[in-house]
């Protein structure tokens, strides 16, 4: 090939190569197709921007679109969890971004703007004690300090300890079907109390440190205007499980791309009876909840409460589940309401009575 060949190939690859990955990534992805952010962003490219400069304003324009640079006027909340925070949705196979979440419902249904560091598979253990844990909450709760100078959240939301129950662990929680011993049904309430304990203790210790956390980035006495000022803690909210339903649908059902979670460790000790299993998971959700509602309501009963429970037994209802330990969109809806109405009652922005029997309600 000769030079002048070469500068030929070079020029129509600088004209149409970019137009090739479009179709490319079009064919490969139809979810992009459907995204107008997706679609602006490879436009942007075309008009001779760099990669990094489009990136910058696809960031900018999401975050307007979001409301976090709108000023003063969000209602914002931070917020650290597992999949019921962060739950990829099987719509995903159209939209790479798609979730169904209780954030999800905030964020769309109630305007909330929602600074989150939660993703689906995280277990309370890593968020009280992995400092990359630590630092990406810490690091969400400066975004909202610097963008929100005069603003400070409604509220911090924690979804923690549906990883640790759901796990493989639990199958050493429940006897044999064929065990003759003490606590012979079902269950080990012995073990399972000790491990709920244990959860429960740990739950404290993390709600301990991120209400340091929240303290130190929003403190109570600042100078506004040349004077001091007080201002309320920024709340903490803590939301209970409902009944997960021990009945083999993993994520994705009937593939199960993951899961199921709890089935499995009654099969290994041959349980065959589902509502045997169901009551036996009902009777520990009722215990686990009672624990982290009593231990909070117990470290954090000061005359100005700051760290809160939310009881979300029976919220989801027994047709509402996307598998075994997942509501479905129409069940982390549910789930929306009641921690929307319980955000509102603790900043003084409604009196609902309902509500307040939501809160710190001990099963």
Not at 295 to 301: A, C, L
């Amino acid at each position: 090939m000769t030079t002048s060949q070469a500068t030929t190939s070079s020029q129509q690859c600088a004209r149409w190569c970019p137009l090739v990955g479009i179709v490319w990534i079009l064919l490969l992805n139809p979810s992009v197709a459907l995204s107008q952010e997706a679609f602006d962003f490879h436009k942007c490219l075309l008009d001779n921007n760099s990669y990094t400069h489009c990136l910058v304003d696809e960031a900018i324009e999401e975050e307007t679109l979001r409301g976090k640079l709108a000023g003063d006027e969000g209602k914002i909340l931070i917020a650290e969890g597992d999949s019921w925070f962060n739950y990829p949705s099987l719509r995903r196979m159209a939209d790479l971004r798609a979730r169904d979440d209780i954030l999800v419902e905030l964020e769309e249904t109630y305007n909330y703007v929602v600074f989150s560091v939660a993703h689906y598979g995280e277990t309370l253990e890593q968020m009280a004690y992995d400092k990359n844990q630590i630092s990406g909450l810490v690091s969400k709760m400066l975004d909202v300090r610097n963008l929100y100078r005069n603003n400070r959240p409604e509220a911090v939301l924690i979804s923690a300890g549906g990883n640790d129950v759901a796990s493989p662990e639990i199958a050493t929680l429940i006897n044999h079907r064929l065990y003759q011993g003490p606590l012979a049904d079902g269950v080990n309430n012995a073990m399972s109390t000790a491990f709920i304990e244990r959860l429960s203790g740990i739950m404290i210790e993390y709600l301990k440190a991120v209400r340091h956390a929240t303290d130190m980035v929003f403190p109570l006495e600042a100078e506004e205007g040349g004077q001091d000022h007080n201002s309320p803690p920024v709340p903490i909210l803590v939301h209970g499980y409902d009944f997960i339903v021990p009945d083999g649908r993993g994520y994705g059902y009937p593939l199960n791309f993951k899961g199921p979670w709890i089935k499995p460790s009654f099969d290994h000790k041959n349980y065959e009876d589902i509502s045997f299993m169901k009551q036996e998971i009902r009777d520990f959700m009722e215990e686990y909840n009672r624990a982290i509602c009593m231990k909070i309501t117990e470290q954090f009963s000061d005359s100005n409460p700051s760290v809160f429970y939310i009881n979300l037994l029976g919220v989801v209802g027994a047709d509402k589940w996307a598998n075994e330990t997942h509501p479905n969109r129409e069940g982390f809806s549910l789930i929306a309401v009641e921690v929307d109405k319980a955000v509102q009652v603790i900043a003084g922005e409604s009196q609902a009575t309902q509500t307040n029997d939501r809160i710190n309600r001990c099963p």
